[in-house]
Nanobody
Framework: QVQLVESGGGLVQAGGSLRLSCAASGRTLTHYAMGWFRQAPGKEGECVAA????????YYADSVKGRFTISRDTAKNTLYLQMNSPKNEGTDDYYC?????????????????WGKGTLVTVSS
């Protein structure tokens, strides 16, 4: 089993930046695709960004293209989400997820493991 723990959430002002981290433990993440999912109050969660195990496959939701960057440090078993000028004002829950996937593409659903989330508040 893989355990995922998010960190780095908090308050970010308009025009500011924030970096989320997801530490994985319990199993080597070789051939594990990973992604970040965002859930606003009263809405269904959506995939914000995802990255394949090899890094060749990357996905970004249209709402964050050009402003968010997903990356991973396989040696440290850590996933990152660099958030520049987030536009979703209010508080959202960001979840880290992983999927056993042997192709070098970025899946945006059917994830196998989930973290408990970290709250991000965007303020003007």
């Amino acid at each position: 089993q893989v355990q995922l723990v998010e960190s780095g959430g908090g308050l970010v002002q308009a025009g500011g930046s924030l970096r989320l981290s997801c530490a994985a433990s319990g199993r080597t993440l070789t051939h594990y695709a990973m992604g970040w999912f965002r859930q606003a109050p009263g809405k269904e969660g959506e995939c914000v960004a995802a990255i394949s195990w090899g890094g060749a496959g990357i996905y970004y939701a249209d709402s964050v293209k050009g402003r968010f960057t997903i990356s991973r440090d396989t040696a440290k078993n850590t996933l990152y989400l660099q958030m520049n000028s987030p536009k979703n004002e209010g508080t959202d829950d960001y979840y880290c997820a992983a999927k056993v996937f042997h192709s070098d593409y970025a899946p945006t659903g059917a994830m196998d493991y989930w973290g408990k989330g970290t709250l991000v508040t965007v303020s003007s």
